[in-house]
Nanobody, 132 residues
Framework: QLQLVESGGGSVEAGGSLSLSCVVS????????LGWFRQAPGKEREGVAA???????TYADSVKGRFTISQDNARKSLYLEMNNLKPEDAALFYC??????????????????????????WGQGTQVTVSS
């Protein structure tokens, strides 16, 4: 079982930058992907970026070129570097883990973020506010 705890949210002006972190604790017998999701008021939760154990990444079109997902070698920390933030980026950001079947691999495919219901573990979220 994995536990995820996000930090690093805050308020920033449009054009500014923020870095989010997620501590991954616990143990999984399965390979897993890690990802970031966000939910703005009145909107559904949407995928932002994901990374697998081989470091393959994928991004939502809306954040490509502005956001960078990364992880430490032990996969105990997940990061999201956000640059050139826009007011529409404001949301509650969540860290998530997607477990592969036992013995299998979780592989990130370019251009595809797994939908929310396929992710198994979630953090409690960290708020990002962007003022215009």
């Amino acid at each position: 079982q994995l536990q995820l705890v996000e930090s690093g949210g805050g308020s920033v002006e449009a054009g500014g930058s923020l870095s989010l972190s997620c501590v991954v604790s616990g143990h999984s017998y399965s390979d897993y992907c890690l990802g970031w999701f966000r939910q703005a008021p009145g909107k559904e939760r949407e995928g932002v970026a994901a990374i697998d154990s081989n470091g393959r990444t994928t991004y939502a079109d809306s954040v490509k070129g502005r956001f960078t997902i990364s992880q430490d070698n032990a996969r105990k920390s997940l990061y999201l570097e956000m640059n050139n933030l826009k007011p529409e980026d404001a949301a509650l950001f969540y860290c998530a883990a997607d477990l592969a079947p036992l013995g299998g691999r979780c592989t990130v495919k370019p251009g595809r973020l797994r939908p929310e219901h396929e992710w198994n573990y979630w953090g409690q979220g960290t708020q990002v506010t962007v003022s215009s």
